[in-house]
């Protein structure tokens, strides 16, 4: 067998990547879905035009395989991880349109559970925050204000449980422990769906997927995939710690940013849960099993960012400063800084280190000499400067800095990654494959089906595209960051109800 197929179900878009042995794409396709936005603050998409989309893409890849002769080995998972989908396992019918990791619409709800001191269990035993970006407070709200039935015949799962079951013709209702360690459902220290939690935002435990370790066989594809039938489906992780895994990130203290819609931070800490962080988020990153034939987990700190790549977008659609992505980067650098603007992009509230649902998006430091190159730049900074946040919280954390940064997303530009080395202080590394996400999610169904035969031998594959190197004034970056974060406070608690 010659390749091994990733798909990637991302926020915006899905895609099929096929990686060769030495981990490099040969063929890949990519299709856009609807978002939906019913209520100010609310996101959700249809479960059956994200698979609609996938048969699209998957008979692409599978075409363009044919004709260059390739065979394949096995099939991986990879998606967007908090956001949760319902379905009728009798029909496969969504019972409601999914609703996103973006959503915000049950923030009172998580305050109230707050208020009523539940948030020491919820970090205790998830590694979580009580806040709206997880699945539980979601799955809540579809059972007791949605009206979405819980009987036996339902079945629940973030959106690779949904591929498996679409891929399996409803053979398989699974999951593994990277997605279900984002549910605030499932308890990362014993490594099982929790009884107190299901109980505590009534979610019945009868409609939750099977947790399988992160690399093994889970099922066959049947012969309503485009990719063929009998292909082995033998990889599953949440997208950013597939990317962690593709980063070749597998020693403690490895640390990787992946610039997308949002951006996320990741450290491995290695195979002992650590206890909750400030600011953070502990998440499994993924789970193997060793030479010896157990479960291995491994456990990492995240920060998660929730607005990079999508501030760029609203320059270019909502503001339309820019025709096009790619064009801000030559817009920013034809200024040598914001002259003193700043952007805090709390579009959907903030993430860590903050962890405010209530906060909103600020530009400060306006004049009447500002102009639209300074509007691309802060934005630029901005990426920059909340990864700083979050590094400087892991660091405290872990109790010891990075020694490097490995990057990778479409917004992971030269531009923005100098600006990232120069904030951190370290030295920040692109890989050649930038698809690190995918790539992840086709390495562990590949070790699960011997494509590649240990970690060490998945490490060799990985290689610099780019290195980025701190520059400038120290004393004036710093100053900058402190002026950020003067910016941050003015956007906290700016959406609270009175």
């Known amino acids: 067998m010659s390749v091994v197929i990733a798909l990637d179900a991302g926020t ?3 895609r099929v990547i096929a990686f060769s042995h030495s981990g490099l794409p040969v063929a890949s396709s990519y299709r856009e879905f609807t978002q939906y936005f019913p209520e100010p603050g609310w996101v959700e998409h249809d479960a059956n035009e994200i698979w ?9 890849v599978a075409e363009q395989l044919r004709v260059a002769g390739e065979t394949i080995a096995a099939i991986g998972i990879t998606d967007q991880r908090e956001t949760v989908v319902v379905w009728d396992r009798s029909t496969s019918r969504p019972l409601h349109r999914a609703i996103v990791w973006q959503d915000r619409r049950t923030a009172a709800r998580c305050e109230q559970l707050e208020s009523t001191g539940a948030l020491e269990l919820v970090r205790s035993r998830t590694g979580l925050v009580l806040d709206p ?22 079945a629940v799962g973030t959106i690779d449980s949904w591929l498996v079951w679409k891929l399996t013709d409803g053979a398989a209702h699974v999951t593994d422990p990277s997605n279900a360690s984002r549910t605030m459902l499932f308890d990362i220290i014993d490594g099982a769906w929790s009884a107190a939690l299901c109980d505590l935002l009534h979610v019945p435990m009868h409609v939750l997927p099977e947790v399988r370790p992160s690399s093994g066989r889970l099922g066959v594809t049947t012969d ?8 082995a489906i033998s990889g599953i992780a949440g997208d950013q710690q597939a990317a962690l ?3 070749t990130c597998f020693q403690a203290g490895m640390a990787k940013n992946t610039y997308g819609t949002g951006s996320f931070v990741l450290m491995n800490v290695g195979t002992s849960c650590p206890s909750p962080a400030d600011g953070l988020l502990t998440t499994i990153a993924w789970s193997l099993t060793n030479d010896a034939g157990e479960i291995e987990t491994t456990y990492a700190y995240e920060g998660a960012i929730f607005v990079t790549g999508a501030a760029v977008q609203w320059l270019r659609d909502e503001l339309q400063i820019i025709d096009a992505a790619p064009t801000i980067s030559e817009l920013a650098q034809s200024v040598p800084d914001s002259d003193g603007v700043v952007i805090v992009p709390a579009f959907t509230g903030l993430g860590s280190p903050w962890w405010d649902p209530y906060a909103r998006g600020a530009v400060l430091g306006i004049t009447r000499g500002t102009t639209r190159a300074h509007l691309a730049r802060a934005t630029l900074d901005a990426m920059a400067l909340q990864t700083r946040d979050v590094a400087e919280a892991m660091s405290a954390s872990a109790g010891h800095g990075l020694e490097e940064l490995r990057a990778d997303g479409g917004a992971a530009t030269d531009l923005v990654l100098q600006l990232q080395a120069d904030q951190l202080g370290v030295r920040v590394l692109r890989p050649a494959v930038s698809e690190t996400t995918a790539l992840g999610a086709a390495y562990l169904a590949g070790l699960a089906e011997g494509f590649w035969s240990s970690l060490e031998e998945i490490s060799e594959n990985w290689c610099i595209d780019a290195t980025f190197t701190p520059q400038g004034d120290r004393a004036l970056l710093d100053a900058a960051h402190t002026q950020w974060r ?3 406070e003015r956007s906290l608690d700016w959406a609270r109800p009175t």
Request: glycine share 12%; with cysteine.
């Open 245 to 247: 895994f593709g980063q």
């Open 486 to 488: 003067r910016a941050v």
């Open 52 to 60: 609609d989309a996938f048969l699209i893409v998957m008979e692409e």
């Open 133 to 154: 970006y997880f699945s539980g407070t979601k799955l809540e709200w579809l059972f007791t204000e949605a009206g979405v039935r819980s009987d036996p015949e339902v």
């Open 224 to 231: 309503s995939c485009p990719l063929g039938a009998g292909i």
């Open 12 to 14: 915006t878009g899905v």
